[in-house]
């Protein structure tokens, strides 16, 4: 994120604001951020008496005010970082005071994890005025294998699009879980390396052969015993395969689809564009697109649309999920 680099390249440079105020719903750039203001902000030998981490399930504002108001000791600033500052909410507004006069030889790192301000409010207004307000947002799926092919480019890896969207299939767009994966991948391969789909199967407990990749493969090939093992499997393996997050990838599958059938420029590029697909894999659109007329396409969906609700336990009468799963395949197949 172009934000986050900006404020690590300020405070390289030594433009370090006095309070840091650091919200939103993914938290993987709130850490990032407070450990980088950790890590580089004092000297190893400064941390001892002026770096203090404070958590807001145990302080209160006015205990933040005044650790944030003392004085360093043998050193030119201070840094207090106060962590799981949410649980603050309530009483977040009394930081008005302090952010009104804050001291300038202390840095204050909120972080707000999971909540925003309201930037209408005087606190965020007061915030803009002497710090850094910033707002760490989650990312749109279809932006995740941007990310992590963009994190791993920065490392020196690479990585194969199947084995990027099945980080992306099995990890969702928490960016904190998919970068500790790829962390434990850039332990065990050298740099330099491409990382495969073999690798996630092997290194990030990814079913070989029975997961929603291999689910789509099997219902846009239309092979039907195929389909029927993955559905078994998974209705033997709900903890790990949840029958939510199954549907709503079929069904998402076969929206792109009938998107697809009303392309009039069918161009690879255009295609991969429109729908939002890597381009390795519109062969399995191609293939389905065969063998799935357009009317057939529609009434999926629709299926789909029900056996979603279904599965969110409206109107089913809690149905287990193996027959909600062959509810669906006979939708499909038929």
């Known amino acids: ?75 030119e600033r201070q840094v207090v970082i106060v962590k799981e500052a949410q649980d603050l909410a309530k009483t977040i507004d009394n930081l008005e005071n302090y952010v009104s006069n804050p001291m300038p030889s ?8 999971y909540k925003t301000l309201d930037k209408r409010k005087k606190l965020v207004k007061l915030l803009d005025k002497v710090g850094v307000v910033f707002e760490s947002k989650k990312l749109y799926d279809n932006q995740v294998g941007q990310w992590i092919n963009r994190i791993l480019q920065g490392k020196g890896y690479t990585i194969e699009p199947k084995a990027n969207a099945m980080l992306v299939e099995f990890l969702g767009n928490d960016l904190s879980k998919i970068n500790n994966e790829l962390e434990k991948l850039q332990i065990i391969l050298p740099k330099g390396s491409l990382i495969l789909a073999k690798h996630i199967e092997e290194n990030i407990g990814f079913s070989k052969d ?39 990838t079929v069904f998402g599958f076969y929206v792109k689809l009938l998107k697809y059938h009303g392309l009039k420029d069918k161009n690879p590029k255009n295609v991969a564009s429109v729908l939002g697909v890597n381009p390795y894999f519109l062969k399995d659109y191609d293939l389905a697109l065969k063998n799935y007329p357009m009317k057939k396409v529609s009434q999926i969906v629709t299926t789909m649309r029900s056996i979603d609700i279904k599965s969110k336990g409206v109107g089913a009468n809690a149905l287990p999920s193996h027959d909600l799963f062959k509810e669906m395949l006979i939708g499909i197949f038929s």
């Open 1 to 75: 994120m172009d934000e986050v680099v900006k404020i690590i390249n300020d405070i390289k440079a030594g433009n370090i604001k006095p309070i840091y105020f650091l919200m939103g719903d993914e938290p993987y750039y709130i850490d990032k951020l407070s450990e980088y203001i950790e890590d580089t902000v004092l000297t190893e030998d400064e941390k001892g008496f002026n770096q203090t981490v404070l958590y807001g399930r145990d302080a209160t504002i006015e205990d933040i005010a005044s650790t944030a108001k003392r004085y360093p000791m043998m050193a």
């Open 106 to 113: 202390t840095v204050l790192v909120i972080c707000y994890k």
């Open 210 to 248: 029975f997961n929603n990749f291999e689910l789509l493969n099997a219902l846009g090939s239309k092979n039907q015993l195929k389909a029927y093992q993955i559905v078994q499997y998974f209705s033997e393996n709900e903890k790990s395969n949840p029958m939510v997050v199954t549907t709503s």
